[in-house]
């Protein structure tokens, strides 16, 4: 885009946000939240738009998806500030892990975008099941955490080798994981345990088998 027409965008929205001011300070309407809003998604979408041109420019799913979740979070806390309450965290966090999905599905050699689109998938579930358990959640993002070094470890590589390393913070997480629930979680107290006899009895059996 040519600088003439970068200067008729950056006048045309200084003149949108200082029209919107004026109407806040003379009329007390609000409307410079959604302003707001509808900015952010417009970069989201300029920065997907770049992605969309040349697929090339992976790194533009970051910012475009991160700005499109700060900008939704934004219009709805106008719009409906309840549920902003509720899921406002969920959905910049949910965009930011979409960004390294979309990362990892455009280069498959970038296994380590799995990592933190599993970190933000696990604090999106810890946000949205903390009013069924309380503050007692922990033990759900280290979880989500073991789930990813796990996914790690299955997902396929462009040499076909399995990144076996990633079984070992896979395992720990499990098992801090079980041991904050433990501590934490009243029902723990019997299905840990259950599990764990179930566990048994799964390698039990696999052994009279290979016997």
Same mark, same amino acid.
């Given at each position: 885009?040519?600088?003439?027409?970068?200067?008729?965008?950056?006048?045309?929205?200084?003149?949108?946000?200082?029209?919107?001011?004026?109407?806040?300070?003379?009329?007390?309407?609000?409307?410079?939240?959604?302003?707001?809003?509808?900015?952010?998604?417009?970069? %989201?979408?300029? #920065?997907?738009? &770049?992605?969309?041109?040349? *697929? @090339?420019? =992976? $790194? !533009?799913? +970051? /910012?475009?998806?991160?700005?499109?979740?700060?900008?939704?979070?934004?219009?709805?806390?106008?719009?409906?500030?309840?549920?902003?309450?509720?899921?406002?965290?969920?959905?910049?966090?949910?965009?930011? %892990?979409?960004? #390294?999905?979309? &990362?990892?599905?455009?280069? *498959? @050699?970038? =296994? $380590? !975008?799995? +990592? /933190?689109?599993?970190?933000?998938?696990?604090?999106?579930?810890?946000?949205?099941?903390?009013?069924?358990?309380?503050?007692?959640?922990?033990?759900?993002?280290?979880?989500?955490?073991?789930?990813?070094? %796990?996914?790690?470890?299955?997902?396929?590589?462009?040499?076909?080798?399995?990144?076996? $390393? !990633?079984?070992? /913070?896979?395992?720990?997480?499990?098992?801090?994981?079980?041991?904050?629930?433990?501590?934490?979680?009243?029902?723990?107290?019997?299905?840990?345990?259950?599990?764990?006899?179930?566990?048994?009895?799964?390698?039990?059996?696999?052994?009279?088998?290979?016997?």
């Amino acid at each position: 885009m040519s600088r003439w027409n970068w200067r008729i965008l950056a006048g045309g929205g200084l003149i949108l946000m200082g029209v919107i001011a004026l109407l806040d300070a003379v009329f007390q309407v609000e409307l410079s939240g959604l302003l707001w809003s509808f900015l952010f998604l417009l970069g %989201g979408a300029a #920065f997907l738009a &770049v992605l969309a041109n040349d *697929r @090339n420019q =992976w $790194w !533009a799913a +970051i /910012p475009g998806f991160t700005l499109l979740g700060i900008g939704a979070l934004i219009g709805l806390s106008r719009l409906a500030p309840a549920a902003t309450d509720q899921i406002g965290g969920a959905i910049v966090l949910g965009g930011i %892990g979409l960004s #390294f999905i979309v &990362v990892y599905i455009l280069n *498959r @050699n970038f =296994w $380590w !975008a799995i +990592i /933190p689109a599993g970190v933000m998938a696990s604090l999106v579930v810890m946000l949205v099941l903390e009013p069924v358990f309380g503050e007692s959640i922990a033990w759900i993002f280290l979880l989500g955490l073991a789930a990813t070094f %796990g996914l790690v470890y299955l997902l396929p590589t462009p040499g076909g080798e399995r990144m076996e $390393w !990633a079984l070992w /913070p896979a395992g720990v997480m499990v098992v801090i994981s079980l041991i904050v629930m433990g501590v934490s979680v009243e029902w723990a107290a019997y299905a840990i345990p259950a599990l764990m006899i179930l566990a048994g009895i799964v390698l039990f059996v696999r052994a009279l088998r290979r016997g």
